[in-house]
T-cell receptor
Framework: NAGVMQNPRHLVRRRGQEARLRCSPM?????VYWYRQLPEEGLKFMVY????????ESGMPKERFSAEFPKEGPSILRIQQVVRGDSAAYFC???????????????FGDGTRLSIL | TQLLEQSPQFLSIQEGENLTVYCNSS?????LQWYRQEPGEGPVLLVT?????EVKKLKRLTFQFGDARKDSSLHITAAQPGDTGLYLC????????????FGKGTMLLVSP
């Protein structure tokens, strides 16, 4: 499967624990985007990364959330000291480049469903 | 903050009917994408439109981008149960890079 791979598909954590969500982009893609989807709401942009760089983190909560996309390995979205409000589906997308008027759309993974007990 | 409004929010129709869903904004898009999402899965890209007035067809689906690039529509002809899903439009306003702002979607149910 050459698509965007996210794992785990489901993650359960207790309040105060850490959650790590992983995303492997499509082959050849070096741009990764993280989104969060809450019930009854649309997908909300969180952060945009290229290899080893955060390009735009304007959608990330100021505390407890961080993201990285190292030179080797998947992109990681990390949530420290989780709270009930962090329960959501977290989606990763990747693209081969940037430039909104080009044919470089974002392709999504199937998400990680995070549940906080 | 750019907002993207989709309508209707829910749509339940019989197999064989036609339908149109809408995506509107007060801002001008640099590009707009339509996705379909099924339960438990991620959004799947259907089409990208970038030019005002552009029309694209994908089998029974017709996508139109408004002349002013502020709105878009998706028309489905002779809907089938397999068309059931959440249809999302997503707009990009920044011509420098393509982070997307999504609408809340139109939930379509096509009954046999």
């Amino acid at each position: 499967n050459a698509g965007v791979m996210q794992n785990p598909r489901h993650l359960v954590r207790r309040r105060g624990q850490e959650a790590r969500l992983r995303c492997s982009p499509m082959k050849g893609h070096s741009h990764v985007y993280w989104y969060r989807q809450l019930p009854e709401e649309g997908l909300k942009f969180m952060v945009y990364l290229q290899k080893e760089n955060i390009i735009d983190e304007s959608g990330m909560p100021k505390e407890r959330f961080s993201a990285e996309f190292p030179k080797e390995g998947p992109s990681i979205l990390r949530i420290q000291q989780v709270v009930r409000g962090d329960s959501a589906a977290y989606f990763c997308a990747s693209s081969s480049g940037t430039g909104v008027r080009s044919n470089q759309p974002q392709h999504f993974g199937d998400g990680t469903r995070l549940s906080i007990l | 903050t750019q907002l993207l409004e989709q309508s209707p929010q829910f749509l339940s129709i019989q197999e064989g009917e036609n339908l149109t869903v809408y995506c509107n904004s007060s801002s001008v898009f640099s590009s707009l994408q339509w996705y379909r999402q099924e339960p438990g899965e991620g959004p799947v890209l259907l089409v990208t439109v970038v030019t005002g007035g552009e029309v694209k067809k994908l089998k029974r689906l017709t996508f139109q981008f408004g002349d002013a690039r502020k709105d878009s529509s998706l028309h489905i002809t002779a809907a089938q149960p397999g068309d059931t899903g959440l249809y999302l439009c997503a707009g990009a306003w920044n011509s420098g890079y393509s982070t997307l702002t999504f609408g809340k979607g139109t939930m379509l149910l096509v009954s046999p």
